[in-house]
C-alpha cells in the first residue's frame, strides 16, 4: 500500500493538472457523489444562511442533530454531529484507544491510519478476488476475538459488496459477546437503507459512523454524525472539540434531511443506473464486481492504461492501487447520469 495519506478521489485540482484542462471540464467518477447534485433546498439555505456568518455556530450543533435525530427516529442523545465521518472515525479511535483493531483489506485506507496514529495494533481480515471481496459474517464474527475494536465498513469501500441486516446485526451481537466494540461505517447506506442499522438496531458495543456528504452530494462542507452508546457520549464530548461544524453546513444539511422526495429520487438513479452501468462495462474490462453502492469495483489488464487515456479525455476513474488487497488493475468507478455514464462507456470503447 503506497504511504502518502490522502490519496482519494476527487481531488479535482490535481486530476485536472494531469489532464491538462481546467478543473470544471473534468467529468469526474472518481469521487462517488450522488449525480443529482445538492438538494435544491440545500442551496437555498446556504445562500439565506450567509448573513449568519458573523457569528459562531453552536458548539455542538444541536439544530442538525434533532434534524438527524427526526430524520432516522434516533434518540438526540446519542448522537454527535461532525466535520464529515472522518473527522468522526478518528475522534472514535482516538477516545476509545483500542490495543487491538480488526480491518478488512480490501477497505477504506483511512481506517488503517486512525488505528496507526491511536496506537492500535492491526488485525488484517483479508476477503477474497475469488469470493468477490465479499465479507463472509461468520469469518468476520470470529476475527473479532482478541480486538478490541473492530471496523466494518457496509457497503464496503471500495468494493461495494454490502451484507444484509440480518448479517450486520449477527455481527453487532457477536462484537458484544466477545467484548469488541464494532464502529460500523454506513458512509454509503443512505444509497441501499434496506441493509442499514441505523433506528433498527443498537447495543452497548455498536456505534454507527454516517455520512451526509456523499448521498447530499455535500463534500465541500464536510458532514458526518455518530450514534454511539450512551455511556460513551461524555468520554466523546470530552475529547471533540467545539464549533466543528460550519454554520453553512449545519442550515444545509437540515434543509437536505427534510427534503424526502430527493432521497427517493437519488435511490431511483442509482437503482436504475447500477445495472445498465455494470452490463456496458462488462463488455470492456475483465471484470465487474458486483455492488449494492453508488460505485462499482473494475478489474483490468489495462487498468493504468486506461485511467490515463480517460483522463486525457477528461474523465477521472479511481485507481485503486493503494487500497491494501487490491493492486495495479483495479479501478473504481462511481455512477452518475445516465447521459455521463454514456460518455464513459463510448470513451472506454473508442478506438486508441
Given amino acids: 500500500m503506497k504511504s502518502e495519506p490522502f490519496a482519494h478521489g476527487g481531488n479535482l485540482n490535481l486530476l485536472a493538472a494531469e489532464a491538462g484542462i481546467a478543473p470544471q471540464a473534468m467529468l469526474d467518477f472518481s469521487a462517488s457523489i450522488n449525480p443529482l447534485g445538492m438538494p435544491p433546498t440545500a442551496r437555498e439555505a446556504i445562500i439565506a444562511g450567509i448573513e449568519q456568518l458573523g457569528h459562531y ?65 492491526i488485525k488484517w481480515l483479508r476477503l477474497k478476488r475469488q469470493e468477490d471481496f465479499q465479507i463472509d459474517p461468520a469469518r468476520f464474527a470470529a476475527a473479532m476475538a482478541g480486538c478490541d475494536l473492530a471496523l466494518l465498513c457496509n457497503p464496503n469501500n471500495p468494493t461495494g459488496q454490502a451484507i444484509s441486516r440480518r448479517e450486520a446485526v449477527a455481527i453487532a451481537a457477536a462484537a458484544k459477546s466477545c467484548r469488541c466494540r464494532l464502529l460500523l461505517d454506513e458512509a454509503f447506506a443512505d444509497f441501499c437503507p434496506e441493509i442499514s442499522l441505523l433506528g433498527h438496531y443498537h447495543n452497548s458495543h ?97 487498468a493504468r492504461q486506461l485511467r490515463t487515456d480517460l483522463l486525457a479525455r477528461g474523465i477521472a476513474l479511481r485507481d485503486c492501487s493503494n487500497f491494501r488487497g487490491l493492486g495495479p488493475q483495479f479501478l473504481r468507478v462511481a455512477i452518475r447520469s445516465r447521459p455521463e455514464n454514456r460518455r464513459l462507456l463510448a470513451a472506454l470503447a473508442a478506438p486508441r
Fill in 206 to 302: 455498536l456505534l454507527i459512523l454516517r455520512s451526509l456528504t456523499k448521498f447530499y452530494a455535500l463534500p465541500g462542507l464536510r458532514l458526518g454524525f455518530l450514534l454511539l452508546p450512551r455511556h460513551l457520549r461524555p468520554r466523546f464530548l470530552a475529547h471533540k472539540e467545539p464549533w466543528s461544524v460550519n454554520t453553512l453546513a449545519i442550515k444545509a444539511a437540515v434543509a437536505a434531511l427534510a427534503d424526502r422526495r430527493f432521497a427517493e429520487r437519488s435511490r431511483e438513479l442509482i437503482a436504475a443506473e447500477r445495472p445498465r452501468l455494470a452490463a456496458g462495462l462488462s463488455g470492456l474490462v475483465k471484470r465487474v464486481y458486483p455492488a449494492a453502492a453508488n460505485y462499482l469495483l473494475l478489474e483490468s489488464e489495462h
Fill in 57 to 121: 455556530p453552536d458548539p455542538l450543533a444541536e439544530e442538525l442533530v434533532a434534524a438527524i435525530a427526526e430524520a432516522y427516529n434516533l434518540d438526540s442523545e446519542l448522537l454527535l454531529a461532525g466535520n464529515g465521518s472522518t473527522e468522526l472515525l478518528y475522534l472514535a479511535l482516538r477516545v476509545l484507544r483500542p490495543g487491538r483493531v480488526l480491518l478488512t483489506a480490501p477497505g477504506f485506507s483511512e481506517y488503517e491510519r486512525a488505528a496507526a496514529l491511536a496506537g492500535a495494533k
